[in-house]
């Protein structure tokens, strides 16, 4: 019997800080004896030195194997791509498991992909429900896992959600955060870094948007730019933009304390956040960051689909109402800062929960659709 074969995607950049310690999980116990063949697929869906290489570099995580090279393009022409592309590598390198994590497109179509050919799916970080289906992300996640065979969740509502769309108990384990496992790992050589001339430590807030709804309108952008000029006037902002974000840049008035720089790789960025006075995103990672972190975070959504993070964590939704925004950033600055819990299992030791599962699932000899 060959060793059992496993296939780690990464597709968007917040996949690579998921799948890095997954990778040195297996690493460590093929040092210590395991007999296993594991490959890292990168999708290309982020492609950009900024948005993949530099966090490949930061993680310390090799080169993939085998790059798919999909690119940027429509949802459809993306998902395409990628789904095409992953099909000849899963039937060359018929793996025992296929590993996605989060909720790109890049999770979705290699979950579709390899299911169709009979492979077995793990889906990292399922459960997780917005319940606000325009966004592209809430779809891929119903749909990875409606067919995945086993849901590793990161917190109990997860759970809770895939029990009452009808997933069965058995495939669901919570296993913890593996977002996490990176931050503690790399949070002592993040703090190590300097940071961006004329800021310091507590003395500055963080900004990111990328989310279409925020991010596609010029409109809607100069909103909320508006209470972050507001922000601005009293404390530096310093905005790292995403290139979805960039082009609706041009021609918004904003106030000269919001320092707008490129996307930043991994350490840099954690190092950034932690030393930062307040955050204020609409990314999903960076709720959670933050909660683990202790600082204060306003997430510029109408939900969430990481409710921990809000519940013991530091994470207040504001939406994209300026009032809402400027009244809970006056209130931290004011000193008036919830205090938070850090959700449990998220103790760095996920990746571990992970693999530790996937190695005591019963061997079949796959049979993949078409071969
Ligand atoms: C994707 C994910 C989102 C995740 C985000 C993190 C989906 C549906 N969305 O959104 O959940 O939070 O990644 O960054 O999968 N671009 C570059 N360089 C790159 C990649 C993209 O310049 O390396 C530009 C392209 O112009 C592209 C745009 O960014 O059109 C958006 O990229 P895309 O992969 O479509 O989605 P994101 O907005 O990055």
Not at 306 to 335: H, S, Y
């Amino acid at each position: 019997m060959p060793p059992p074969k496993y296939i780690l995607v990464v597709g968007a950049r917040p996949n690579i800080m998921k799948i890095a310690p997954i990778y040195r999980a297996f690493s460590s116990r093929r040092a210590g004896g395991l007999n296993a063949d594991v490959l890292l697929v990168h999708t290309g869906q982020h492609q950009s030195r900024n948005m993949s290489d530099d966090f490949f570099r930061d993680l310390g995580i090799p080169d993939p194997d085998i790059n798919l090279g999909a690119g940027s393009g429509s949802h459809a022409e993306q998902t395409a791509r990628i789904m095409l592309a992953f099909e000849p590598a899963c039937l060359e390198h018929r793996p025992d498991w296929v590993i996605v994590v989060g909720d790109v497109n890049s999770t979705l179509a290699c979950a579709l992909t390899a299911k169709k050919l009979g492979f077995r799916i793990a889906h990292v970080e399922a459960g997780l429900r917005s319940r606000d289906a325009s966004m592209p992300e809430e779809i891929n996640r119903l749909c990875t896992d409606a067919i995945s065979d086993l849901l590793f969740t990161t917190e109990a509502i997860a759970n809770q959600n895939l029990r009452s769309e009808g997933v069965a108990a058995d495939k669901i384990h919570f296993v913890g955060n593996t977002m996490v496992d990176t931050l503690r790992q790399q949070l002592d050589r993040a703090l190590a870094l300097p940071l961006p001339e004329g800021v310091a430590p507590g003395r500055y807030a963080v900004l990111t948007l990328h989310r279409p709804a925020n991010a596609d309108s010029s409109r809607q952008l100069a909103i909320i730019l508006g209470a972050i000029n507001a922000i601005a006037s009293r404390i530096p902002v310093i905005f790292p933009v995403h290139p979805r974000t960039a082009p609706r840049l041009a021609g918004l008035e904003l106030h000269s304390e919001i320092r707008v720089v490129q996307p930043m790789s991994y350490l840099p960025f954690l190092g950034l956040l932690a030393r930062s006075r307040m955050v204020l995103t609409d990314s999903g990672g960076v709720q959670e960051e933050t909660t683990v972190l202790g600082v204060p975070c306003l997430t510029i959504r109408p939900n969430t689909e990481r409710p921990i993070t809000c519940e013991i964590g530091t994470n207040v939704l504001v939406g994209a109402d300026p009032e809402r925004i400027l009244g809970a950033a006056t209130a931290i600055l004011g000193g008036r800062a919830r205090t938070a819990a850090i959700p449990e299992k998220w103790d760095g030791h996920a990746a571990e929960r992970i693999v530790d599962i996937l190695l005591h699932q019963p061997v079949t000899s796959s049979c993949p659709v078409g071969v």
